[in-house]
């Protein structure tokens, strides 16, 4: 899936959790979209714009967002080395969480995955304290250390990628499971299908979207 791919499913996510389907999302989650995931690579270089930043913080970005203060959790859609995973930001336990589906990842992957996640634990911080989170919510107020970074991977097999092509669909279906607080239950042979659904409704969302 392309980043544009990724991002038409989580703005449909978004518009979901403020709509009639926002029952069905329990947990206190924003989102952001993979252009955020892309500033990984540009930090902590003095060029990059902070103030292109401080727009997800207070809710402006992507469309449908929520403000950082009003949730406990950022679901941050990021590819490494060409391979979707999903990062899970514990704004109260100020940690970081990765799923990674990939059947072949190991000790020595985590250790390369962890490496490749070292812009975004470090990125956090610096957001926070120049966007002035702390400044208006009840909560520890973090230094600019790196965030803690635990690297999680499927317990069973059948959670497991089996594939090389459908990351980015096991890393959509890990989002909508953790925004709706469910255990995950994704089948490699569930994809094909699933991908078709997300197809279905983002042209239908879209189609009505328009004037």
Same mark, same amino acid.
């Given at each position: 899936?392309?980043?544009?791919? =990724?991002?038409?499913?989580?703005?449909?996510?978004?518009?979901?959790?403020?709509?009639?389907?926002?029952?069905?999302?329990?947990?206190?989650?924003?989102?952001?979209?993979?252009?955020?995931?892309?500033?990984?690579?540009?930090? #902590?270089?003095?060029?990059?714009?902070? +103030?292109?930043?401080?727009?997800?913080?207070?809710?402006?970005?992507?469309?449908?967002?929520?403000?950082?203060?009003?949730?406990?959790?950022?679901?941050?859609?990021?590819?490494?080395?060409?391979?979707?995973?999903?990062?899970?930001?514990? /704004? &109260?336990?100020?940690?970081?969480?990765?799923? +990674?589906?990939?059947?072949?990842?190991?000790?020595?992957?985590?250790? &390369?995955?962890?490496?490749?996640?070292?812009?975004?634990?470090?990125?956090? #911080?610096?957001?926070?304290?120049?966007?002035?989170?702390?400044?208006?919510?009840?909560?520890?107020?973090?230094?600019?250390?790196?965030?803690? /970074? +635990?690297?999680? /991977? #499927?317990?069973?097999? &059948?959670?497991?990628?089996?594939? !090389? &092509?459908?990351?980015?669909?096991?890393?959509?279906?890990?989002?909508?499971?953790? /925004?709706?607080?469910?255990?995950?239950?994704?089948?490699?042979?569930? =994809?094909?299908?699933?991908?078709?659904?997300?197809?279905?409704?983002?042209? !239908?969302?879209?189609?009505?979207?328009?004037?």
């Amino acid at each position: 899936m392309t980043s544009e791919h =990724i991002d038409a499913c989580l703005s449909l996510f978004c518009k979901r959790m403020t709509g009639p389907k926002s029952k069905l999302y329990t947990t206190r989650a924003c989102m952001v979209d993979t252009i955020f995931s892309n500033f990984q690579q540009k930090m #902590p270089k003095p060029k990059c714009k902070f +103030d292109e930043l401080r727009g997800y913080v207070e809710g402006e970005r992507p469309t449908y967002a929520k403000k950082w203060k009003d949730v406990d959790f950022i679901i941050v859609p990021c590819n490494v080395g060409g391979h979707w995973v999903v990062a899970k930001i514990d /704004l &109260v336990r100020w940690t970081i969480k990765v799923v +990674d589906e990939a059947i072949t990842s190991n000790a020595k992957d985590n250790g &390369v995955r962890a490496g490749q996640m070292t812009p975004l634990t470090t990125m956090m #911080p610096l957001i926070c304290h120049q966007a002035g989170y702390f400044n208006n919510i009840r909560r520890k107020r973090r230094d600019l250390t790196p965030m803690p /970074l +635990d690297i999680h /991977l #499927p317990k069973t097999k &059948v959670h497991w990628q089996n594939d !090389s &092509v459908s990351c980015g669909m096991f890393m959509i279906g890990y989002i909508e499971h953790i /925004l709706q607080s469910e255990k995950i239950r994704i089948k490699q042979n569930m =994809i094909a299908k699933m991908r078709r659904q997300y197809a279905l409704e983002i042209f !239908s969302n879209n189609w009505e979207s328009e004037p």
